[in-house]
């Protein structure tokens, strides 16, 4: 399997509070994802990195900022978490080749469960 | 924006076969994946389609129709153990992996 953690697991905080989640893989992919999950929206991808310092944001990135300073960690930051963003959140790692436009798929970590109250 | 819809839920005997379609409405795509996610758990890799037509990978096949918008996941033989959310994805040109709402299959003995 490939090499993608998720740190912490779980977490509680209360609203206002800076939140930072962490995603670390050893498989020196240059993509890094984070998704957020919540029952009937599916998978709804934050931020998105394409290597080193380079980051772009994605259809729900308003109150999360990211950070890629090494290949193998990306940064989630809640400046200051909102009830909202209780959530379960997935970091995922992809490669992608450039033969028939051929992906090798994305590997999602084990996700972490944030509630905030 | 790529809207992707497939069945909130499903229900299938043990043994028997169940097909999950996707619809999509997008102007260009680089392939489409299907996912499973257990309960709980992170998604797993199940297949990805570029071109049209049929990809098996044993009990799982998947089919993509560019020209008409439309994917499925075909589960064959079904097992107490494929009882899953299942999850359509499209990846973009520039690698964005959008997702579908999901499909909820129980399987009942």
């Known amino acids: 399997d490939a090499g993608i953690t998720q740190s912490p697991r779980h977490k509680v905080t209360e609203t206002g509070t800076p939140v930072t989640l962490r995603c670390h893989q050893t498989?020196?992919?240059?993509?890094m994802y984070w998704y957020r999950q919540d029952p009937g929206h599916g998978l709804r991808l934050i931020h998105y990195?394409?290597?080193?310092?380079?980051?772009d944001k994605g259809e729900v990135s308003d109150g999360y900022s990211v950070s890629r300073s090494k290949t193998e960690d990306f940064l989630l930051t809640l400046e200051s978490a909102t009830s909202s963003q209780t959530s379960v959140y997935f970091c995922?790692?992809?490669?992608?080749?450039?033969?028939?436009?051929?992906?090798?798929?994305?590997?999602f970590g084990s996700g972490t469960r944030l509630t905030v109250v | 924006g790529q809207n992707i819809d497939q069945p909130t839920e499903m229900t299938a005997t043990e043994g028997a076969i169940v097909q999950i379609n996707c619809t999509y409405q997008?102007?260009?795509?680089?392939?489409l994946f299907w996912y499973q996610q257990h309960a709980g758990e992170a998604p797993t890799f199940l297949s990805y389609?570029?071109?049209?037509g049929l990809e098996e990978k044993g009990r799982f096949s998947s089919f993509l129709s560019r020209s008409k918008g439309y994917s499925y996941l075909l589960l064959k033989e079904l097992q107490m153990k494929d009882s899953a959310s299942y999850l359509c994805?499209?990846?973009?040109?520039?690698?964005?992996?959008?997702f579908g709402a999901g499909t909820t299959v129980t399987v009942r003995a």
């Open positions: 995922a790692i992809s490669e992608h080749g450039t033969e028939r436009g051929v992906s090798y798929g994305y590997t």
């Open positions: 498989e020196n992919h240059r993509y």
């Open positions: 990195s394409y290597g080193v310092k380079d980051t």
């Open positions: 997008t102007s260009g795509f680089n392939g």
């Open positions: 389609n570029v071109l049209d």
């Open positions: 994805a499209l990846l973009s040109n520039d690698y964005k992996l959008s």
